[in-house]
């Protein structure tokens, strides 16, 4: 059955925690509009919270008040992290700079995700950071920094934005020259908080200072999450989808691309552009869908979007790669094995080889008893859509962790799917 109709999902959840965590150092008020209630951004407010910063809800939004330079001192805070690597990396950055002894601490999933990625060049700068063989908890004894130049070794945007935030509260300019460009957020969001980062190519230099928030700040949909549904969208016969008021940056909408090479229709429109390009975003099924092949610069502007991609790719005539995807391996779950079970469960033809996933399409479903997303929200929501395409209703255990990123998915799919 088609996926048909016009939706609006939740707002952006990495534009989210920045507004939130950016806030501890910045100055001033701002009314948050649209911000996304997914658990990974309630986990960065309660963070922002604890350690003295005032929210509130009103009516139209929420209200932060920024808390630069009036931090309370912790002899020791702890921070509950939960499930949420971008709370963890991005937090990591800013209380390096800020005196006081930090422990940064999550759930089982995130206590296995690798953290020395944030905390080299966070000691790099003069930090004091220890972590359990390189996870989560990770100690931070915050103090004065000093400015480096530093080139991670992974195409991260936590960690380009830990470093970048650790910048503003070090002595003398940080860069961070990336391999591949990665979302671009932090940078963006200290220049339009009155901050300075100079980009020049694949280096982003940024002068130490405070920000200032702005009067309002409205918050547009997530793409990785209208991915869904958009990509449900290309798949299947008949369907027709619009998502509205889309964040459309560059460093993320690499699977529309993608989408359009497989032979969807894809049609922007763009409406505003401050600080980052955003509209509504058309997603036509014209016919069936052909393989492609996805590069490693690719990559990291589609990375959340893989599993959607790698189920279209089941449905595509011919072989699909996705190439040096190892990145897959550190997300909630190791991903590349986890799209390998679950698709395969459902009869899919999906192998790893070193670092690249392979895909031989097309794919008509079998359906097991139960599919397990293994507490994987993006890989629970790809399932479920999956089971949509089949038009089947099997159990996926975990399902409830779709609500870290996108707590009214089930609406939307009710909205949307004809069955
Ligand atoms: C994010 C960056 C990406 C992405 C994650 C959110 C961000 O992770 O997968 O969901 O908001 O900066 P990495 O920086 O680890 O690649």
């Known amino acids: 059955m088609p996926f048909i109709g016009t939706f609006s999902p939740p707002g952006d959840k990495s534009l989210s925690h920045r507004l939130i965590l950016m806030s501890l150092v910045a100055k001033g008020e701002t009314l948050i509009k649209g911000l996304s209630h997914g658990e990974d951004v309630l986990t960065s407010l309660a963070a922002f919270r604890a350690l003295g910063g005032e929210a509130r809800e009103e009516a139209e939004g929420l209200r932060v008040k920024g808390l630069a330079g009036t931090w309370p001192r912790f002899e020791s805070l702890e921070i509950d992290c ?29 206590r296995r995700r690798p953290m020395e990625r944030v905390a080299k060049p966070l000691r790099l700068m003069g930090a004091k950071v220890s972590s359990n063989e390189g996870r989560p908890p990770l100690i931070i004894d915050g103090g004065s920094l000093t400015g480096v130049d530093y080139t991670p070794a992974d195409a991260s945007a936590q960690v380009k934005g830990a470093t970048l935030l650790a910048g503003l509260l070090a002595s003398g300019p940080t860069s ?5 460009p990665t979302r671009g957020h932090t940078e963006t969001l200290i220049n339009h908080f009155h901050g300075r980062a100079v980009i020049e190519g694949l280096t982003i230099t940024v002068c130490p200072g405070l920000l200032t928030l702005p009067p309002v700040f409205d918050v547009p949909g997530d793409p990785s999450s209208a991915a869904f549904f958009l990509t449900a969208a290309a798949m299947i016969p008949g369907s027709k989808v619009t998502a509205t008021n889309i964040l459309l940056s560059p460093g993320r909408t690499g699977f529309l691309k993608v989408l359009n090479r497989m032979g969807a229709e894809v049609t922007l429109t763009l409406t505003s552009d401050n600080p980052e390009p955003v509209g509504d975003v058309l997603v036509e099924h014209t016919g069936p869908l052909k393989a492609t092949e996805v590069t490693p610069e690719e990559i990291p502007s589609l990375i959340d979007e893989i599993p959607m991609l790698a189920l279209a790719a089941t449905q595509a005539n011919g072989q699909s790669v996705f190439r040096a995807v190892d990145e897959l391996r550190v997300k909630e779950t190791d991903r590349l094995m986890s799209l390998r079970h679950q698709l395969g469960a459902l009869g899919a033809r999906v192998n790893a080889e070193g670092n690249d996933l392979i895909i031989d399409g097309p794919t008509s479903f079998i ?8 507490r994987d929200h993006r890989l629970a929501m790809t399932l479920s859509i999956a089971l949509a395409a089949a038009n089947a209703k099997v159990p996926i255990i975990g399902a409830e962790s779709m609500a870290i990123s996108y707590p009214s998915f089930e609406e939307s799919l009710k909205e949307l799917w004809r069955n």
Do not use: F, H, K, W
């Open 82 to 110: 939960r499930n949420s690597g971008t709370t963890m990396r991005l937090i990591a950055g800013i209380l390096a700079g800020v005196p006081g002894r930090y422990i940064l601490d999550g759930d089982d999933q995130l």
């Open 367 to 374: 359906l097991p008893e139960t599919l397990d997303s293994g």
């Open 176 to 180: 961070v020259t990336e391999i591949l």
